[in-house]
């Protein structure tokens, strides 16, 4: 059995590439805008007549014509899913008008649009740039999505199938609970995530970047290049803390996921902790992602995954399920049974209490109360 998955990459385009992947861009975001503008006009634009569109607009328009056919109509079916798709579903905004300075470029080319050669990908218009092969491809690509961040930074995101091996059978279950302190506590000490503090560690580096964003910054006028640079620097900074948590989250989530068959995990929410005085600690520890990374890998490999609900985990004793009478606060530390003298760490006792509700399949414990286990299929996602 195959499944779908997308492999990325980090591309280096040249000054010329990179020249020529942009004038695509602004021919595709044409496009987009023009889709958009039929829209307004009060006729659904479906990929047909946006096709027969871009026939005629090709024919009329010699800039047009100079850039991948492939690119372009692939611009417009988006556009197509797009409008669709917020017809289906609920709340869901029509699409809108891209604008140069506020749109990220994105090109898309199946299979008749790009190649790989000699290690490059090698796109229409005599595009080629090198590709940082960090893994190879498990099977030819069918589709490649080319797109640039908000740091100026390229990426190539390849559609390819890839071989579903059955999981190792796991061996026993795991409970988790979250915090700020340890980002993640579990029944098992040695499967604990620590909070590594990435963002503190380079917190004197970003300071310094702010500071020469406030000596250069323009009040009332356009600001200059050396601001824009020291932006650049202090958004660099921020976001390679952020991808070393990324990835200190995902080599734990694959270590749990390998070794446990059962994984019960707090449906816990840290939205609240943003207006916190531990909000810069919550968003370092990124309990959100370490929280989504495990639940996709663990519904990926058939793990059985059960959301429990927070409530009352804290005050409950993993040893006699008793509840205490007065809520702990977030100084103290240590829970103690005053039933049966039971007495552990704090967040050590939830996660316990977390998955002796998921074994017992029990709607409530002592008014621990259960979410339903987990249903949705979370999309393949290669990581």
């Not at 590439?17 to 889709?35: F, H, P, Q, Y």
């Not at 006009?41 to 479906?46: A, E, H, V």
């Not at 740091?151 to 796991?170: H, I, Q, T």
């Amino acid at each position: 059995m195959d499944e779908v998955v997308r492999y990325t990459y980090r591309l280096r385009p040249g000054r010329i590439a990179e020249t020529a992947l942009l004038a695509e861009w602004g021919r595709c975001r044409w496009l987009w805008n023009e889709a958009v503008h039929q829209q307004k006009s009060g006729r659904k634009p479906t990929f047909a007549r946006l096709g027969k569109m871009l026939t005629d607009a090709r024919a009329k328009l010699q800039w047009l014509r100079d850039g991948s056919q492939v690119a372009q109509q692939q611009t417009l079916r988006d556009y197509a899913q797009a409008l669709d798709h917020s017809f289906t579903v609920k709340g869901r905004g029509r699409p809108k008008a891209k604008s140069r300075k506020g749109s990220l470029p994105s090109l898309g080319y199946t299979t008749r649009g790009f190649s790989i050669r000699d290690r490059r990908l090698c796109l229409p218009k005599g595009i080629t740039i090198p590709v940082v092969w960090s893994r190879e491809l498990p099977s030819p690509s069918t589709s490649v999505r080319v797109y640039r961040d908000s740091l100026g930074c390229w990426y190539a995101s390849f559609v390819v199938r890839r071989e579903v091996r059955p999981p190792a059978s796991g061996e026993g279950g795991i409970g988790i609970d979250w915090g700020v302190s340890t980002t993640a506590t579990t029944t098992h000490e040695a499967f604990d995530l620590p909070h590594w503090g990435h963002r503190k560690r380079c917190a004197a580096e970003l300071a310094r970047a702010q500071r020469t964003m406030a000596r250069r910054h323009r009040k009332g006028r356009p600001q200059s290049r050396g601001y824009a640079d020291a932006k650049r620097l202090a958004a660099r900074l921020a976001k390679r803390a952020a991808r070393q948590t990324m990835h200190d989250s995902r080599v734990w989530a694959k270590r749990v996921v390998q070794t446990h068959g059962l994984i019960a995990v707090e449906d816990f929410k840290p939205v609240f902790l943003a207006k916190s005085t531990m909000a810069r600690k919550a968003a370092d520890a990124a309990i959100g992602v370490a929280k989504r990374e495990l639940v996709e890998r663990a519904v990926r490999a058939g793990r059985k995954v059960v959301m429990v609900r927070p409530a009352y985990t804290t005050m409950t004793c993993s040893a006699c399920f008793a509840r205490a009478k007065q809520r702990l606060e977030l100084h103290e530390r240590d829970f103690r049974c005053g039933n049966c003298g039971h007495s552990d760490s704090r967040d050590r006792n939830a996660a316990r209490v977390i998955l002796a509700v998921a074994e017992r399949g029990h709607v409530s414990v002592e008014d621990v109360r259960q979410a339903d286990p987990l249903l949705r299929v979370c999309g393949s996602v290669a990581v």
